[in-house]
Structures are given as structure tokens and as C-alpha cells.
């Protein structure tokens, strides 16, 4: 005779201590998120108030190296004012990182030049280059457009970027910064 009855098999875990590590997890989570936000605000308020004495610094320096000087003064003020503008860069990508962060990243369209923007980059960079047996020069094509609308301040931060990591890591040769035009429409163009 068969066994009419009916059997259920089940266990049971008591599941707190991992509910609790959940909740853990949780407000962990939410604090790493505050205090990433905290540090962003507090990153961009500081590199607004380091950039206007710093700004003040550097335009004194020009300044200074306009005035009669002897030429190791000369050196030593183009050094200190280098020195400024680097540190300039350096905070202004911290702010820019910070912008980021916090979601407020602009862009700021302007119409410019791109040809003047990347041979006056390149003339800097050439005049700056400590490194004898390295060319800085540039290649850009003569169907490049005039006039172009874009946020010129970013595109040359990039470019700057480039540059110097290429100085940093080239001791011998040649860095070029290329333009050329890929497409261009009634609207866009677009530079390679």
C-alpha cells in the first residue's frame, strides 16, 4: 500500500548577521559618497582662493621681467615665473577635476583661431625646451578653418597636457602637434 501522507522538507538560517552587513554596507556607502562630495566642494573653494594671489604673484613677475635687470636676475625671475604658471596648471586641473565631481563641468564656446592657438603653444614650448637634441614644431594644414567656436581654453589644456608628457618622456628627435581638417560641413568641423 502506498504512503497517501504528504511530507514538506525545508530548513532554516538565520540570516541577521548578514542583514546587518547590508545595512553596514549601506551607511558605509553613503558616507564614502558624502564625504567624496564634501571633498570636491571643499577642493574647488580652495583652488579659487590659491589661483587669485597666485595670479598676482605671476603678473608681478611679468613685471619684474619687463624692468632693467642683470641677466642672472633676468633668469631667475623667467624661472620663478615658470614655476608659477606650472603650479597655475596644476590648480586649475584640480579645479577642474573638482568641477567634474560635483557635476558642474561647463564648457565656455568662444569663437578662435586654431592655427594660432596650437603654433603659439608650440613657439612657447620650443622657446622653453631645455633639451638640445629635441625639435618641438608643428604641422598644421592650410585648409585648417580660420574661425572655429569651441571652448579654446579646454582644447589648449589638452594640448599642453600632451606636450609636456611628450617633453617629459623624449630626450632626442622630434615632437609634432598635427592639425588637419577630417570633415567639414554647413556646421562642424572636425580636426584631426
Known sequence: ERDSRKYVYGYVI??????????ALLN????????????SHFLANMSHEIRN??????????VLMQMPAQPEQKEIYSLMYSSGKNLMKIINDILDFSKIEAGKMELITSDFNPKILISDLVKQYSYQNRKPELEIR?????????????????????????????????DTGVIEVGAELY?????????L
Do not use: C, H
Not at 538565520?14 to 545595512?23: A, F, G, L, S
Not at 570633415?183 to 580636426?191: F, G, L, M, Q, Y
Open 28 to 39: 558605509a556607502k553613503q558616507k564614502a559618497e558624502a564625504a567624496n562630495i564634501a571633498k
Open 14 to 23: 538565520d540570516i541577521t548577521d548578514q542583514k546587518n552587513m547590508e545595512v
Open 53 to 62: 594671489p597666485l595670479g598676482g604673484i605671476t603678473g608681478f613677475l611679468q
Open 138 to 170: 608643428s604641422n598644421i594644414s592650410s585648409n585648417l578653418p580660420d574661425v572655429v567656436r569651441g571652448d579654446q581654453l579646454r582644447l589648449k589644456q589638452i594640448l599642453i597636457n600632451l606636450v609636456q608628457n611628450a617633453i617629459k618622456f623624449t
Open 183 to 191: 570633415t567639414i560641413t554647413e556646421t562642424d568641423a572636425r580636426i
